[in-house]
């Protein structure tokens, strides 16, 4: 699955904004439901500041 | 749920952006019991956007106060991929806002006409309820505190994600949003009354750098690159180095990032009860990200449109609502429609494409180009460009 460095996350929800899954939320810091996420990268190759990362799918 | 609050409104809006804020003032003008939830604990910081504004899109929804010019613009500037300057002066059109003070003050205004803000409350889910009635539920801190309401207004910005749960697609394409990053410069270089933008595939691919000059030798420096073309990071890398190439050694603060929808604008406005604005509702220029304007007076036609659908019976006429769609739709809609079927266009043009654009409009007078037509407007009524464009296309 997908997961987040909340170091370099800027809190900017551009990767909420094209999640197909709805598995991105914003809110007191970003989470990533392990349940929704379908590892398709999308959300990963947007972030600006490459916060983002995913397994491929492995752990799913 | 534990002991939560039961919040009756006949309005909530949710995300105190400019389209939020918008829609609380235009509500609780009308009298209405309005709560406007956002998830920042002061509206308005950081600030994610160039802050560039044309003077009549601004001042045709709100009347802005001084406190909230940074400078005026008089000239812009656009350099080609292979370095053609096109140069653009007629006059003062546009300009650089301040939206840190902007955004909070107008959530103040909002407040001032009876709008309960309520800050630090991130709306975690969205439902309608068998009574026909909306909630919002905001559940990060373990004490979940819940509103309620027979109108819903979304303006969450580019995230729209609540939209989803009332049946609208809101998730972006790749080829639909621009990944951005941009900071605040300060520079012996920086001109005070001209913005500059470059295109062109190394400097931003399917996007542009700008240059906004926010008066005493400070600017927004920033750039999109469209999803389609991004990799993780690239918008950062891109600008720290452009940075670093035009403004060696400059003072650079408020590194940050952003996402711009440049989508068609989302249809319908409105489902029952429930009504998206702004960059929620991809109200937005698709040639040049501007949202400004579109998402003030969206939210201000969102917020009319709901003060009067509520009865006095406490309930909603949904189709009073709708005239928000038609407003919208009538004065804004065609106009986007034209940049979204344009942004497609551009996005399929090469570098060598722009370049013929730029070294033929670097022969015009600066005087005749209008910066409104080209930006603000991006070619959208009097297609000067576009007919030049098609012309060279061929
Ligand atoms: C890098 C960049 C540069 C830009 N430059 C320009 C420019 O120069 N000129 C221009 O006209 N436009 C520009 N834009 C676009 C402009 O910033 C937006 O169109 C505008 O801010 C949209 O206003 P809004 O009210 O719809 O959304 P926003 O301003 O994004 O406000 C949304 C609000 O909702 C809150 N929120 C979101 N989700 C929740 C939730 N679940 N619960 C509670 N609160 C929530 C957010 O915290 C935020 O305060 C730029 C955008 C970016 C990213
Ligand atoms: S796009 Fe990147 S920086 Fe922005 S919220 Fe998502 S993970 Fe954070
Ligand atoms: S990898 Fe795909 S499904 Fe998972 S969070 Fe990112 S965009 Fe959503």
Redesign the pocket.
């Known amino acids: 699955m997908t997961v987040v460095d909340q170091k370099k996350c800027d809190e ?2 551009t990767c909420i904004g094209v999640c197909p899954q709805d598995a991105i939320i ?1 809110g007191k810091a970003l989470r990533i439901s392990s349940e929704k996420c379908t590892s398709c990268g999308i959300c990963v190759r947007i972030c600006p500041f490459a916060a983002l990362s995913t397994d491929g799918g492995k752990s799913k | 749920m534990s002991d939560a609050a039961n919040n009756k409104y006949d309005i909530i809006v ?7 804020s918008m829609a609380a003032m235009a509500a609780a003008e009308a009298g209405r019991r309005v709560c406007l ?4 604990s002061k ?1 308005g910081a950081p600030v ?6 044309g003077f009549k899109g601004l001042t045709l929804s709100v009347e802005p106060r001084p406190e909230w010019i940074k400078s005026t613009l008089t000239r812009a500037r656009m350099v080609s991929p292979s370095g053609i300057n096109v140069e653009i002066k007629n006059g003062a059109e546009g300009w650089i806002l301040d939206r840190e003070r902007m ?1 909070a003050g107008l959530a103040a205004m909002a407040a001032e006409k009876g709008a309960e803000l309520i800050p630090n ?4 889910s969205a439902e309608k309820l068998p009574d026909g009635t909306y909630r919002c539920v ?1 559940a990060e801190t373990g004490d979940a505190r819940e509103f309620t309401a027979p109108c819903l207004i979304l ?5 729209s ?2 939209a989803r749960g009332f049946g609208w697609n809101t998730a972006l394409k790749p080829g639909d949003i621009e990944s ?3 900071a605040r410069v300060k520079s012996k270089d920086i001109e005070p009354d001209c913005c500059v933008f470059y295109t062109g595939s190394k400097a931003a691919p399917g996007g542009y750098v ?1 240059i ?1 000059p926010r008066g005493e030798g400070e600017a927004n420096v ?1 750039l ?1 690159v469209i999803g389609s073309r991004c990799r993780p990071g690239l918008p950062k890398e891109l600008l720290l180095s452009f940075i670093a190439g035009r403004f060696p050694n400059a003072e650079v603060t408020d590194l940050h ?4 929808p440049v989508a068609r604008w989302t249809r319908p406005l409105v489902k029952e009860g429930v009504m998206l ?4 509702a991809r109200q ?1 220029n698709a040639i040049n ?7 003030l007076y969206a ?1 201000k036609a969102a917020g009319a449109a709901a003060a009067k659908s509520i009865r006095p019976n406490g309930t909603c006429d949904h189709r009073t609502l709708t005239e928000y769609h038609r407003t919208w739709a009538k004065n804004y809609g065609k106009q986007l429609d034209r940049s979204y079927a344009l942004k497609e266009f551009i996005m399929s043009a090469n570098d060598a494409f722009l370049d013929r654009i730029a070294e033929s409009l670097s022969k015009e007078d600066p005087a005749k180009i209008s910066y409104l037509r080209v930006f603000m407007r991006a070619f959208a009524s009097k297609p000067l460009l576009l007919l030049k464009a098609f012309k060279l296309f061929k």
């Open positions: 900017c929800g914003l | 949710v995300g105190a952006g400019p389209a939020g939830l956002e998830r920042k509206a994610r956007c160039g802050e560039g504004v955004d409350t991130p709306v975690t905001s303006a969450d910005g580019v995230e994600r609540l951005g990053a941009f700008w906004f920033g999109g990032c952003g996402g711009i604005a702004g960059d929620a937005v990200g501007a949202g400004i304007a579109y998402s939210g």
